[in-house]
């Protein structure tokens, strides 16, 4: 690409890549490589410097040079001068015309490609979510809801950039175009720093690649502005004036895409695989060949291939394999765990590392001790190991530390024919190994044991962002889920204001160390540390536990449901049915004293609208913060807020309308502000019931979003602060209750919040924090449970909710909630993301759940970034809930008065029909499968997975669901639409309103008007159909 023009520079622009050299002459340029566009170099010397950086040439001016021909001309003619010269002339301006319409063309080339590429770096930001790759080595593309290491967009993006840097260095070709040349080339070469800066060792982790991208976008976004097209022929040309102005704007726009591009990319919270396991560890078998027999499985140590298998039943069906000649059990001999609670909001940030680790495992002995229990030993070899320095975090080195060989065993035991328990531990004590301290040798234990890449991951716990884990790290650590998740511009604002507090689709409440897989094996942690599944090996699934041994179980049945039923009956235990009385209507969540609820509920009562019971979690009263209006954490009435209390609670329970509170394991120090003398805070201190400081003494104390709202936590592991709390907080002051409470004019039920920031570094009456951070919300679940089993009356009727949760929650807790999602459609933290939760719950045995109707977190800054609920929202969410949930519930929200709310005109009809249809399937539906959830673990409402595990496109179909087995429910996840594609299982499946019948195995386009949802039913639920109908009419 070149041109030149009479009277200025001289440039020749050179299509293709050099690593250095000059072409001193026209022709030189035009032979170098051979190409020239046009041959525009017609005078002159030109020189083109090439430069590499990431690949990309920039061209430089060369200044004008005469000819260096001593030979005079041969003199012509005046007539054949002019003739000659107006024909020169004419060329001149044909080639000049030429070269300036084909510089223009080229300019709007490269600036489009710039502009694309600058593009695609922002839209690696927003696309992180949607498709991604399996790994940067094969580029293998997987569904949009597997979790991966890295943003396809990310690598379109960088791909882009080398096509457009190579067209844009011809562009810097004036004065104008250096500065921008230089900056862009400045920004490519600091995104390959910066990569090298947060990834070393070259692993190509996330971070490295956005950061990378980042910088990349921006430089696209400057080449971009340059290569607008902008010639003098238009500066001096009046008519065109306003192409110039154009092209500026189209400059700043490109170059905001490119600014937005770097801030999105690097202030994302993205996935993190801690410190997972780089490089595999060799297992050599010094034993023969066997099988043993452990009941109902096998195992089968194969020397030659270096394996060891564990199978069984009769057909063999593998439960758990190490890949040939690699280590099952891996040990760390030094590591670091902190996960500092940056803003104390409940969000961590994970600072893991592990060095020092066994480079090969061997089997030695193979001992059975009885017919159910075999014991494999050996050792784990550490090569010569740098020791470290001591400081975290840092890489200096002191000495060289001997090899080692620590002796472990791997133990199992069968306990059924579905159920086997396993444990690896180190058996040598440190002081053994080296002579230094007591305790394990190990600060790291690792599992790691054959996948395939077709095997679909379900389980962990409550996730919120997706189903199917295959690709990705999931911790489990319990924590808040943040705020926006994902997704942007709103997650980009929250962190900006917040460090962290987006969170991200690792992050979640209720995480679980379970999961099943559609190989219909499964696997879970006995164990509460701090615990990672690195599922990002499309053949292997490694397990880190943050501690010196792991201990779990394996489960192999015949289908997912019998999985749950095993692991639901061996470790999580089961939810039990919920009072009848949750199925009289809606619960509707209401804040702001005695007389808005008595409005609300005449308003509501107009529109016969059924009602169970009100949620009132402000009976505490309320006081200002820096973060706007908060809840008394006192847990005392507020006579203030509430006056009438006790009538209030009588008149609802003659409608037989009920009252739900609030309550959480803190204590804030109100100073009596609440009303009360004596706080509940002191009567802790007295009776040393709270958490203390890493120094043993001194209370710890938080703060819970600004550092003007402080508290304490009741230290659960402590039995007697468990009954202290129960009897003095949640009977004596929420319950009211007493030895002969027999009626119902009280609180009947309560949310019990948080639980998921325990600090690791706090001191307990019993147990290691960092041990105890993902037990504490079990405790919180056990202390509840304990309340309400106080009396039969309570035992019978009361019904507390749950956000926070661990492995064994769901055989405490009574039912689980969903948490706080944002006011939109959206999958990362709006109404998709509730469904995930409820549907990767039934996985993890938390069969009963539900979410907000219309969700929790609003914005509104200034009037101009604003999130609120709409009326669409808040009937789509009714529409999915009714289903989806085990009761019908509703929250104002954190800006109730901008926002759509159950007693507004436009949205009062429906959510009558909908509080009527939640009765009506609740006698139908949902308190028979509640009934099999009790006995068996199933959930109510299913992914559909779950019956059809069989089906490769049902596996897949994350965002409908089945109430049961035979209703089919496909909600709608955005606005303004009143159909969606539904994927149709096998079954004789017939659309509840329209009366269709679409074919099995099909993607059947559903109408779903507002008021109608997508709702199919098998025939066996045709009572069901005809019911809704009736209600929905």
Known sequence: MGAARAGGPHYTVCLGMAWHGTARHAAGCEAWHGMAWHGMARHGVARCDAMRCLGTVVLRESPKTKSTKSETPPVKDDEEKEGEGAAEGEDAVAAAEQSSGSMASLRSLAAAACAASAALCFGGGLLDHIFVLHTMVGLTVYPHEAIEMVSISSVLAVTMLFVSAVLSAGLIASHAFKLAGTISTTGLCAGVLASIAVDPDFTLSLDAIRMSTACMGLSCALLAAAAAPQSKRADRNEDQG?????????????????????????????????????????????????????????????????????????????????????????????GSFAAPNDEEMGLYAFQDLAHDLSVRQTIDAIERSTDLTVSVRGVLVFAHSQQSNGDKGTKGRVGVAASAEIPYEF?????????????????????????????????????????????????????????????????????????????????YLVNFFVKRAAGSWQTSYAPAPFYLTSAMRSMYLSTTDFALFDLTRPDAITVEVNASSVKGAFVVRSSPLKIIETYTREHAGRMRPLPDWVGNGAILGLQGGTEKVRNHVATLKAAHVPLAALWLQDWTGKRET??????????????????????????????????????????????????????????????????????????????????????????????????????????????????????????????????????????????????????????????????????????????????????????????????????????????????????SAGFSGFSLSHSDIGGYTMFDRFGVIRVKRSPELFMRWAEMNVFSDAIFRTHEGVLPDISAQAVDPEVIDHFARFARLHRELFALVKKPLMQLAYRTGAPLARHLFLEFPHD??????????????????????????????????????????????????????????????????????????????????
């Open 242 to 334: 306003g192409n110039r102005d154009a092209s500026h704007n189209y400059a700043a726009v490109v170059l905001a895409i490119g600014i937005l591009a770097f801030v999105f990319q690097t202030s994302a919270s993205d996935a993190q695989c801690f410190a997972q396991l780089q490089t595999p560890s060799d297992l050599e078998i010094r034993v023969e060949s066997t099988t043993l027999e452990l009941g109902a499985f096998q195992l089968q140590v194969d020397a030659a291939r270096g394996t060891l298998e564990l199978t069984a039943g009769p057909a063999r069906r593998s439960v758990f394999a190490n890949l040939p000649s690699e280590a099952f059990f891996v040990g760390a001999r030094q």
């Open 952 to 1033: 490769p496109r049902a596996r897949k179909a994350h965002d409908q669901f089945l109430l049961g087995s035979n209703l089919l429910v496909c909600p709608v996840f955005s606005a303004n639409k009143f159909s969606r594609p539904c994927y149709i299982p096998e079954g004789n499946w017939t659309h509840v309103f329209t009366g269709e019948n679409p074919a099995p195995h099909s993607t059947f386009e559903c109408a779903a008007p507002l008021g109608k949802p997508c709702v199919l039913h098998l025939p066996e639920a045709a009572h069901v159909a005809k019911t809704i109908r009736e209600v929905l009419a």
């Open 411 to 491: 133990r199992l035991e069968a306990s059924g024919s579905d159920h086997i328990s396993f444990s690896a531990q180190a058996l040598a004590s440190e002081s053994e190994v080296n002579g230094s301290a007591h305790g394990s040798p190990l600060r790291r234990a690792y599992i790691r044991h054959q996948s395939s890449a077709a095997e679909s991951v379900y389980g962990f716990g409550i996730q919120y962002s997706y189903m199917d884990m295959k690709g990705g790290c999931v911790p489990i650590f319990t924590q808040e889920q943040g705020i926006g998740r994902g997704l942007q511009p709103i997650s």
């Open 626 to 839: 820096d973060f706007g209006r908060r809840l008394q954490w006192n847990w005392e009435v507020s006579h203030a807020h509430y006056p009438g209390w006790d009538l209030l609670l009588r008149e609802l329970a003659d409608d037989k309308i009920y009252v739900l509170s609030y309550i959480n394991a803190y204590l804030a120090n109100t100073g009596g502000a609440s009303n009360e003398s004596v706080t509940l805070y002191q009567e802790a201190l007295a009776e040393n019931c709270l958490i203390k400081n890493a120094d043993g003494h001194s209370v710890q104390i938080q703060a819970s979003a600004t550092p003007d709202f402080t508290f304490a936590t009741i230290d659960l592991t402590n039995p007697r602060c468990q009954d202290w709390y129960v009897d003095q907080v949640i009977l004596k002051r929420m319950f009211r209750a007493s030895d002969s409470f027999n009626n119902v004019h009280g609180v009947l039920g309560f949310m019990a919040d948080f639980a998921e920031s325990l600090p690791l570094d706090a001191t307990l009456h019993s147990g290691d924090a960092s041990s105890m951070h993902n037990e504490f919300p079990v405790l919180w679940a056990k202390t509840c449970r304990k309340a309400i089993e106080a009396n039969e009356f309570l035992a019978e009727n009361a019904v507390f909710f749950m956000r926070a949760a661990g492995g064994r929650s769901p055989g405490a807790s009574t039912l689980m909630w969903m948490g706080d999602q944002m006011t939109t459609f959206d999958h990362h933290d709006g109404m998709r993301s509730a469904l995930t939760g409820v549907l």
